[in-house]
């Protein structure tokens, strides 16, 4: 069974930082290209980054290009997404997905 | 970007009926592979998105065949007939064709009448 969990999000001041981790299991990770996908409070979706499967290439929104970073680690089978400078904004559930497959989320509150 | 219209932004329906729910896009779908990028999720009540449909009509494992979707180029549909209650949420349309980003329509809500 896919098993995508996310874990990382918490409450955190404006200008802060923080790591978003998501463990992959079920599936061959390494061979994936995988997202983040955050969804404000009451609101859509939006995707904010992409990570090639071998790391070559990398994507963001631009909403949050030059804040946030996506790296993975093949080898723990794990997604990451450190976010810089939060400012209210971010204030979302964070998602990271495969495509077909989507963690439960974390919530990332950026509140003073 | 490419901005997906969904509509309506939320229906009403009993059990047992049949729902549509549109979805047009700014650009053509389709990519230079030939294939159309345009895929159908759902969000369940306090749930993580799924995906019910990628390509726009090929079914994701598990997902009954009341399920199904249609269209080309920038006009798409999504048909669930027979409505059970388990199907009640938010329905997303997402194109990965002009990417990135990947845009997502604003969302249908499908409630109970």
């Known amino acids: 069974e896919v098993q995508l969990v996310e874990s990382g999000g918490g409450l955190v001041q404006p200008g802060s930082s923080l790591k978003l981790s998501c463990v992959a299991s079920?599936?061959?990770?390494?061979?994936?290209?995988m997202h983040w996908i955050r969804q404000a409070p009451k609101k859509g979706l939006e995707w904010i980054a992409l990570i090639y499967y071998d790391s070559s290439n990398k994507y963001y929104a631009d909403s949050v290009k030059g804040r946030f970073t996506i790296s993975r680690d093949n080898s723990k089978n794990t997604l990451y997404l450190e976010m810089n400078s939060l400012r209210s904004e971010d204030t979302a559930m964070y998602y990271c997905?495969?495509?077909?497959?989507w963690g439960q989320g974390t919530l990332v509150t950026v509140s003073s | 970007d490419v901005v997906m219209t969904q509509t309506p932004p939320s229906l009403s329906v009993a059990i047992g009926q049949s729902v549509s729910i549109s979805c047009k896009s700014s650009q053509s779908l389709v990519y230079s592979d030939g294939k159309t990028y345009l895929h159908w999720l759902l969000q369940s009540s306090g749930r993580s998105p799924k995906r019910l449909i990628y390509q726009v009509s090929n079914l994701d494992s598990g997902v009954p065949d009341r399920f199904s979707g249609t269209g080309s180029q920038k006009d798409f549909t999504l048909k669930i007939s027979r409505v059970e209650a388990k199907d009640l949420g938010v329905y997303y349309c997402?194109?990965?064709?002009?990417?990135?980003?990947?845009?997502f329509g604003g969302g249908t809500k499908l409630e109970l009448k």
């Open positions: 079920g599936f061959t990770f390494s061979s994936y290209n």
């Open positions: 997402a194109q990965t064709t002009h990417f990135p980003p990947w845009t």
């Open positions: 997905a495969e495509g077909a497959y």
